[in-house]
């Protein structure tokens, strides 16, 4: 069966130190991979997707990137964070053909 | 832009009630996937229901069941015989047909003993 791993669950960081968030997807091969994050309270905004290695979709412009380097591993990172970029951050895998995605257990980043 | 509208922040409902919460979204597109996600206070993620855009038929899954209305791109979400388990955040979500998938803010819903 399929799994996905995300860690670490907790992370408290201070402003201006860099982010390195990871997932990795178990049991199938070249699965669609997301980075959502989702601020208190808030829905979840698209960040990153990945529909195969070297391939990577930003949605929203900002302090975050995003890599691929293995087909079932995917990175979030940021160089210097800033506060804003708190919240509580999902990755999730799909197996592409429309099916529906599934998600790790989150992490959630407070930046002090 | 494709975009997700969930105009219900938050809803209360009684146990054993029945409750409906709302969605609505915005595609170009005539083939494409919905679901609602729920995601309890453990913010686990979980599945609820799909619904496949060609398909007529609305989705059922035991008490939960939907009303889409393509043309109005409506997908509104039915919960049946409501559950003190059921309290929760519901997310409504759209995948278009490069696999991109699009939440709505979401709905907390209580169940009230």
Redesign the interface.
């Known amino acids: 069966s399929q799994t996905i791993h995300q860690w670490p669950a907790t992370l408290v960081q201070p402003v201006g130190s860099p982010l390195s968030l990871e997932c990795t997807v178990e049991g199938t091969s070249n699965p669609?991979l997301?980075w959502?994050r989702q601020a208190a309270?808030?829905?979840?905004?698209?960040l990153f997707?990945s529909?195969g290695i070297g391939q990577i979709?930003s949605e929203v412009p900002q302090n975050l990137s995003a890599s691929r380097p293995q087909d079932r591993q995917f990175i979030l990172s940021s160089k210097k964070l800033l506060l804003s970029d708190s919240g509580?951050y999902?990755c999730?895998w799909?197996s592409?053909l429309?099916t529906?995605?599934?998600?790790g257990?989150?992490t959630r980043l407070t930046v002090v | 832009a494709q975009t997700v509208t969930q105009s219900q922040p938050e809803m209360s409902v009684q146990e054993a009630e029945t409750v409906t919460l709302s969605c609505t979204y915005d595609t170009s597109e005539s083939n494409y996937y919905l679901f609602w996600y729920k995601q309890p206070p453990s913010r686990q993620m979980i599945l609820v229901i799909r619904q496949e855009a060609y398909k007529q038929q609305n989705a059922t899954e035991n008490r939960f069941s939907v009303n889409f209305q393509k043309a109005a791109k409506s997908f509104s979400l039915k919960i049946s015989d409501s559950q003190l388990g059921d309290t929760a955040m519901y997310f409504c979500a759209f995948m278009n047909r490069d696999d991109k998938i699009i939440f709505g803010k979401g709905t907390r819903l209580h169940i009230l003993p």
Request: net charge neutral; proline share 0%; hydrophobic share 40%.
């Open positions: 669609n997301y959502y309270g808030r829905g979840l905004q698209l997707y529909v979709s509580f999902l999730a799909s592409g429309n529906e995605a599934f998600f257990q989150g």
